[in-house]
């Protein structure tokens, strides 16, 4: 079964703070994924990547940065956090495209103060 | 453009009855896959059936069941013998082939299962 992990689990941060969450998979699958949940919105797409060093922007991209620094590796950077940032965060990853199903990492919770 | 909707945000359902979530979607593709997932308490998502637009039949897997519509735009979730365990948020999703193919999540239906 694919394997997500996230790290770390739980973070606290003030204003102004930098933070950078961390997402491994042990598959090989092609795409992983960025997603925020808050309650009333569901989850929310943030940043994806379908390979090493490729990028692509989500629905809600404003003030997250992201890298794929490998197959395995995905990162999501908040270089300046804000309150409206406080969120669980999700890392998924899929096989590849089309009919593929995703794998979540268990969430990052997150609380800038 | 792309858009799920679940307009059921919660349903209670007595154990060992058979409940029905349901989901319609967007899409200007004719061929696109959808998704259920299950968010237990604990927060944990798991993938639990798959439904893809060319296929006629309707998808099974253990108690779980869809029921595509498509003239409709509508998969439903089918869920028979509950149990207090299937107590979760159930998404579903859509996949279709336009760009880098992104999955999109609907809000979510919450499931109460009473003994």
């Known amino acids: 079964e694919a394997a997500v992990t996230q790290s770390p689990r739980n973070k606290v941060t003030v204003t102004g703070g930098n933070v950078t969450l961390s997402c491994r998979q042990t598959n090989s699958h092609n795409y992983m994924y960025w997603y925020r949940q808050d309650t009333g919105h569901g989850l929310r797409l943030i940043h994806y990547?379908?390979?090493?060093?490729?990028?692509q922007i989500g629905d809600v991209p404003d003030g997250y940065k992201a890298t794929r620094t490998t197959q395995e590796d995905f990162f999501l950077l908040l270089e300046l956090a804000s309150p409206s940032q406080t969120s669980l965060y999700f890392c998924?990853?899929?096989?590849?495209?089309?009919?593929?199903?995703?794998?979540f990492g268990p969430g990052t919770r997150l609380t800038v103060l | 453009a792309q858009k799920v909707t679940q307009t059921q945000t919660s349903i209670s359902v007595m154990e060992k009855t058979t409940v029905t979530m349901d989901c319609v979607y967007e899409t200007r593709d004719s061929s696109y896959f959808l998704f259920w997932y299950k968010q237990t308490a604990s927060g944990e998502i798991v993938f639990l059936i798959r439904?893809?637009?060319?296929?006629?039949e309707n998808a099974t897997e253990g108690h779980y069941s869809l029921n595509f519509q498509k003239p409709k735009s509508s998969i439903g979730l089918i869920i028979t013998a509950t149990q207090i365990e299937d107590s979760a948020v159930y998404f579903c999703a859509m996949r279709d082939n336009t760009g880098y193919q992104n999955f999109y999540f609907g809000k979510g239906t919450s499931l109460t299962v009473i003994p």
């Open positions: 990547s379908y390979g090493a060093g490729n990028l």
């Open positions: 439904q893809d637009s060319y296929k006629k």
């Open positions: 998924a990853s899929s096989r590849d495209w089309g009919g593929y199903e995703q794998y």
